[in-house]
């Protein structure tokens, strides 16, 4: 009798195993499913362009010149579930400034070869072929890269490392995977029961991607970028809350700054975009890659061109 019992509650516990684990399966197909939608055309003088990843997916971008063909430049990486198009606004303001922009649709996104979304890890591929492009297109000038929450993983984890950006922008950007998985399931469920289930969508990195998740840490990845950092996060933001922000910024090594915003959740800040926000931005584009008009000379000085 008691062997009979043991029995089945061995068989119900496996039960409950299984379907736990097809169901955290389900979730995580979910989620890293991606999507194609229309992105509105650019209006001149932006045109739209396409880039080739290393894997050879194509991704759809919109380049705005600058001041000049050899302008300091800006490359717009969005976060997860938006589009090239959330850059938009950004991109015309620093047109306006002088500064040329490239805004890209990563995979699985916008207009973009269709693809899993990898919380930044494969999007690196694209977040780098829009990197050389840019590069190239302005002539090896300057070239920052603003990385909102995925697009700042993006510039930072890829298999070669970090982007060889001349300045970095890190919006609203998670320390590392595991931790952000479970302050989002947090939100949702009692702590502890979050730390129980963290695991279940984290692990799915290396069946999924190739990688533990321990790999997919943004925080850990900036020790290897040598340039000036500007980290940005909110106090009302429970994905990445305060904490986490303090810790993406004490792995920076050298220059850095640190702006934590009074901005709401972290949909409200990927998506700020104000006074407050472009005057920081503003300055530290121009402390970092120069403003459009002047160049540095070899001693780091600005000078006027002509």
Known sequence: MIGSRTRRLSAGCIALVMIGLVASWTVGSHLSRGEQWRVPAARPP??????RAVDGLSIAATYRPGRDSTAPAVLLLHAKGQSRQSMASRAEWLASLGYASLAIDFRGHGESDLAPRTNGYTEARDARAAFTWLKARQRGAPVAIVGISLGGAASLIGE???????ALILQAVYPDLRRAIHNRIAQRVPDGVASLLEPLLSLQTLPRVGVWPSRISPRHALAAFNGPVLVMGS?????????????????????????????????????????????ILVAFLRRTIGAPGRRRTEKGSISDNG
């Open 160 to 166: 070669q490392g970090p982007l060889p950006a001349d």
């Open 46 to 51: 932006a045109q739209d362009v396409r880039l």
């Open 235 to 279: 106090t009302g933001d429970e994905s990445t809350p305060p904490r986490e922000t303090h810790a993406l910024f004490s792995a920076v090594s050298g220059d850095r700054s640190l702006w934590l915003a009074d901005a709401g959740d972290h949909a409200a800040m990927c998506d700020l975009d104000g006074t407050t926000y472009r005057a």
